[in-house]
């Protein structure tokens, strides 16, 4: 690790300058795949399957990107990064995008130097316990050891809420997911704390999920959602819009099954038509064919479908969709217009 | 007949700097200064516009904010409200501290197998040799993980200490073994226990006078004086005695078991105990080898002499082979710990947050400043290892050969 952030920093530092300048677009299309930086393994959200094939919900994003860009999802060349390792991959040049259960905050966005485009899961911060501690609450935890990852903002809050609280811990920092399942599970830590959707697919990957709880505070907002670097607006538009794409067809109605009838020839609505690219030049406006969100959209469905292939309620993993509903059905998931 | 000539024309021409051997090598090693010098400006201006591209400047500030974030291992007052230097200098301390240690035990580690290696006793000469290859061939930070991960593993976490008939027991009743590390009675000093502290240091001196004492007494007249049990006296009756007398003031505080954890009493997390563990095993390895290599190099007629002295085996290591060895084993010692030292730098592994995990760590992570972070990460351990070498040296200086 200290490797990477020592290359990090020196590829930062310019040695090999101009590599992360504007253009991902053309760098993408010269190279003929998409670097997408994910997590180093979240079943649900970016995880390799058996066949080492890389799979999940974030995954998706990724693939969706590729398939608006180079027309094909399986372009991708998918970099595992940590907490700690994102961002350098990212500012250097490593990875064009983030999709990596990443929260916007402010100084991400404006100190760090990064663009979130939008965000894919509206999330917060949970703990987990095992049940036989008996614990209900997050305030009980005074004296606890503590599981976090470092170098994500789920360090940052804990302090806050334990110091908010006037309570003590003993954090354990650890680097990965999979180190702090096992560290949690050797009853190393007594509580792990991350994103409730991470604790949910954490816990989804035990063997009897059933002998831990979620407890029910949940101390801050995580919004999660890709990112790229600052300065390539260009680029920046191309990834937030094909997450709105997906956004969008699930609230027209477009899914996997019915994407490619739609554009075959214009439907009698408007916006579909303009997504689809059978009416208007939007895919010109971004630099891409008229076919890009049809492409995106085709991989593995739109927003809803993803969702319930990888995380919803019928995965091990039964996430509800919450707040991540669309905004007609009670939701905050809202797109802006296509036109 | 007598010819006269000229001494040589003291004219310079431009062709001697490659020509004449006597300036060609300046022309080389300057020319070789100044492209580096080229190379280390192209590299830093090439830094420097880079990050102005990136809308980033190089500064310090970021040292001065609140960090945010809590350390476990807290040698100094530390909260998330405290500064980023602040918890840099909290990571320096824990690196040092794990450092120490581990300098420490693999010294002792490496002088004993080193040593041993040497034994006439075939087993112990061959376990010494197994245990030499296992771990210096093995990276240390896969070691780190084996001890770690076994302990995590093997040793019971806290609530099996619950209840009447717990699963796990504590020693003594004082002493606890967990994955989470060891718990100890930790001494509390009360006021007065200074007056006791200082007594036992008065009589450290005192025994090492009265042996000093014994000895001249035996080389001047030839009596005897019995050594071990009176310095035992002089070492520890006063300060017992003075301990009563000031009211005992010194109490131990035992850890008991709260809701989730011991508290109470000292904690040795089990991150330290495998990251110590592991420097100074692994290290311990190196160093045997070197103290091998020391003592071969004094010649075998030194311990002939010794015997035909009279002196016993354990007498001719101490007094006439290791003395001499230590001249060759010493500069070689330190050389490893500076390799422990930066070896170090892998706690993170096990979530040991020394210097690499605060500032090159999360600060680093958190703040964004990555050039500032290494920089200041790269000087510290310059620093620190000048400065082992510096004190390393001293000594190996005091032990050197005397040449008069
Ligand atoms: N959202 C937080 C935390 C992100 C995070 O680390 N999430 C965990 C679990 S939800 C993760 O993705 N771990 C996968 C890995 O270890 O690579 C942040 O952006 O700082």
Redesign the interface.
Known sequence: ??KT??L??LT????V?GAA?AATLDDVKARGTLNCGVTTGLVGFAAPDANGVWEGFDVAVCRAVAAAVLGDPTSVEFVPTT??TR??AL?SGEVDMLARNTTWTF??DT???FEFVGVNYYDGQGFMVPK??GVTSAK??????VCIQ??TTT??N???F??KNNIS???????TNAEGQQ?YL???C?AYTTDASGLAATRAAFENPGDHVILPEIVSKEPLGPLVR??DNEWGDIVRWTLNALISAEELGVTSANVDEMASAPTNSPEINRLLGTEGNLGEMIGLDADWAKRAIAVGGNYGELFEKNIGENTPIGLARGLNAQWTDGGILYSPPFR | MTTMTDPPQASFRLSQLIYDTRYRSYTFQFIALMLLVALMAYLGANLVTNLAEQGQNIAFGFLAEPSGYDINQRPIEYDSQSSHLRASVVGVLNTLIVAFLGCLTATIFGVIAGVLRLSPNWLVRKLMAGYVEAFRNVPVLIWILIIFTIMTAVLPSPSAFRGDNSESSMLFGSFAFTNRGIYAPLPIWEPGSQVVVLTFLASIAGAIYYRRYATKLLYDTGKLLPMGWPSLVILFVPTILIFFVMGRPISLDYPALETFNFQGGMQIRGSLIALWFALAIYTGAFIAENVRAGILAVNRGQTEAAASLGLRPGRIMNLVILPQALRVIIPPVISQYLNLTKNSSLAIAVGYMDVTGTLGGITLNQTGRAIECVLLLMLFYLTISLAISAVMNLYNNSIALKER
């Open positions: 690790m200290k952030v020592f990090g920093a930062v530092a310019g040695l300058g300048a907490g700690k961002f350098t500012a100084s991400r100190d760090l130097k036989a501690l009980e935890l005074d004296g606890a050891t470092t170098g360090e940052l804990l302090a806050d334990f110091r811990y003993e954090p354990v920092p650890i680097e560290q050797a009853g190393a007594d600052h300065g």
